[in-house]
């Protein structure tokens, strides 16, 4: 175990909303310092959300973290020179980043359209829990590795 862990720092809530995760979704868009920018466009795909559900999309956001977020994950773990991938339950912080990186780094990865428009449709696919949004894939995929690693699960520690 290291010895020192670095204190975990407050993270304000966002202007708008007045939610912790908005912020950490704004700053893991953001891009070279430019918080306004990547504001705009969280802001912007959560106006389109509304205007495509009728739903407020702060709230579609929260429903869709809470389904990409996986509960384990596997960890390599090297014995008598071979190594297995361990099963391993995610701590609280850690699910919440994995789950907000995933659905970013799944809105980069979509084709064409703008950016607030890409955004908008994983969010709405990862809130309607539809396995066509790449979050999604990723959170089934991890928990399935889990799944099959779990006879290795004794070799946590």
Do not use: C
């Amino acid at each position: 175990m290291r010895r020192n862990t670095a204190p975990t720092r407050f993270t304000p809530p966002d202007a708008r909303y007045q939610s912790q995760t908005v912020t950490k979704l704004i700053n893991g868009i953001m891009r070279g310092g430019k918080k306004a920018t990547a504001e705009g466009l969280v802001y912007g795909a959560f106006e389109r959300i509304e205007e495509m559900s009728g739903r407020r999309g702060v709230d579609v956001f929260e429903i869709a973290v809470r389904n990409v977020t996986p509960t384990v994950e596997v960890k390599p773990r090297r014995v008598g020179g071979a190594t297995y991938q361990v099963p391993i339950d995610i701590r609280a912080e850690r699910r919440e980043t994995l789950a907000l990186r995933w659905i970013r780094d799944a809105a980069r990865n979509r084709n064409g359209r703008s950016y607030t428009e890409k955004l908008a449709a994983e969010l709405m696919e990862a809130a309607a829990d539809q396995p066509t949004g790449a979050a999604i894939r990723k959170k089934d995929e991890t928990h399935r590795m889990a799944e099959a690693n779990r006879a290795f699960a004794h070799y946590r520690w």
